[in-house]
């Protein structure tokens, strides 16, 4: 069965700063996606980005990078310029097939 | 605008008595979740369906059922409430093919005393 691990329950990062969330996976498929969601106070669940296993390169969304190494099986989100918006839960997940399986997530709090 | 929703958003319980979560979507996806929330174990996946009259367990079944009628709903039941189900609970779904995003309801957190 796949794992995914998120070794830090909690982070902190001054505003304006940068912070890697670390993830880590375990899988025997080649074809697979990543994803990171955030889940804000609201409890909404919020696609933050996505990879897939076959693109070496690493995805970008504006102020949000991932560091895809396949075969550490890592998978980090850095967050650049942090905001006090970017405070929330970050779940990191594994998709191969239909379904996600998530890491038991980071609390990140940013400093103002 | 395509969505999908939960009800109620916030139940209290007693211990033994059967609960129903509802789950409505207007995406059209064939896949729908149930997921609970607990601290320090992210998401954990109750049960999934692939289509209308498909359904399957997943990590942590035990104590829970659905049925898909309908392309629509996937309401989750507790068949006798034990405190050990007080979390909240989400529900999803997705396209079905691989990468897509899935798309989650607001939540119900259910607290059974």
């Known amino acids: 069965a796949q794992t995914v691990t998120q070794s830090q329950p909690e982070m902190s990062v001054q505003e304006a700063e940068t912070v890697t969330l670390s993830c880590t996976y375990d899988t025997s498929e080649s074809d697979y996606y990543l994803f990171w969601y955030k889940q804000p106070p609201s409890r909404q669940m919020i696609l933050v980005i996505r990879q897939e296993a076959y693109k070496q390169q690493n995805a970008t969304e504006n102020r949000f990078s991932v560091n895809f190494q396949k075969a550490a099986k890592s998978f980090s989100l850095k967050i650049s310029d942090s905001q006090l918006g970017d405070a929330a839960m970050y779940f990191c997940?594994?998709?191969?097939?239909?379904?996600?399986?998530f890491g038991g997530g980071t609390r990140l709090m940013v400093k103002p | 605008d395509a969505e999908i929703t939960q009800s109620p958003r916030h139940k209290i319980t007693e211990t033994g008595r059967q609960v129903t979560l509802a789950c409505h979507q207007t995406w059209n996806h064939n896949n729908m979740f149930w997921y609970r929330q607990d601290l320090g174990h992210g998401l954990r996946l109750i049960h999934y369906?692939?289509?209308?009259?498909?359904?399957n367990k997943g990590e942590v079944s035990d104590g829970y059922s659905v049925s898909r009628s309908n392309t629509e709903d996937l309401p989750l039941t507790l068949e006798s409430a034990a405190s050990s189900q007080t979390s909240v609970y989400f529900c999803?779904?997705?396209?079905?093919?691989?990468?897509?995003?899935?798309?989650f309801g607001q939540g119900t957190r259910l607290t059974v005393v």
């Open positions: 999803a779904s997705s396209a079905g093919s691989l990468g897509t995003e899935a798309f």
């Open positions: 997940a594994y998709n191969a097939g239909n379904m996600l399986t």
């Open positions: 369906s692939y289509g209308v009259q498909d359904t």
